[in-house]
């Protein structure tokens, strides 16, 4: 997957064993980035993923996903898996939400995996290791409810990834008409308020939805303005790489993602 470290192993996984692909199930490692990539090198495992995420963020491979990884005994075969650094109880970070997000899509793209949530086996899109039961192991503190209840927001990421519409948890019309953009929005300014940028942020993915609106255009709402334009440079300002602005362009493109054309 491009984006992904390629870390391959050679054990603990069959050779060309992917029959389909019905989604990508997530997992949480009950242990450390570093660790888990170390057991699954280790015979004794008898366990590993196609992917993994670090809580600082960082995404790797472990096995191509023509092959079989040995993450959810009866999933293995028509599921994908993502193995995420965290113990048992533990949140998702907003980073590893981004990562598990771009797994999601790319599957989408590369598989036709539907941009939707699964809750059982016979389902098609994201799902998570306990839903598989006594069948998938019987592992049914994995992720751990904190992090299912975080799946909806991954397949939210996903669909801005994948260019489609990202809903929004506010009562926003299907149709929406973004207002004119605010000639003078920009960083470390308080007028024109920032506070409609950031609920738009927020309903495309680009600012956890924890962060508290406030007139102030603060770091917060920049770092989400960064993410908009690293995921969509055709609307940064010419030669600027890290665009601080949202410009009239990005402005509306922002709104369209957020509430839908």
Known sequence: ???????????????????????????????????????????????????????????????DTADRAWAQAGGNRTWLSVENEGRGGDALTDDQLDRNAEVLAWAHKTYGVPLQLADSPSGRGLGYHAMGGSAWGGHTSCPGSRIVAQLAEIVRRAKTLAGGTAPSDDDEPSTYTPPKFPTGLAPNKAKPSAKTLQRALKAAGYMPKSVTEADNYGPQTQAGVVKFHNAHPQYRAAGVTRDPDIGPKGWAALFRLAYGK
């Not at 990539?37 to 280790?42: E, G, I, K």
């Open 1 to 63: 997957m491009p984006g992904a470290v390629w870390r391959p192993i050679t054990i603990n996984h069959t050779k060309g064993g992917q029959q389909s692909v019905r989604g990508v199930v997530v997992h949480i490692m009950d242990g450390t980035y570093a660790g888990t990539d170390s057991w699954f090198r280790n015979s004794k495992a008898e366990a590993s993923s196609h992917f993994g995420t670090s809580r600082a963020g960082a995404l790797c491979q472990w096995v």
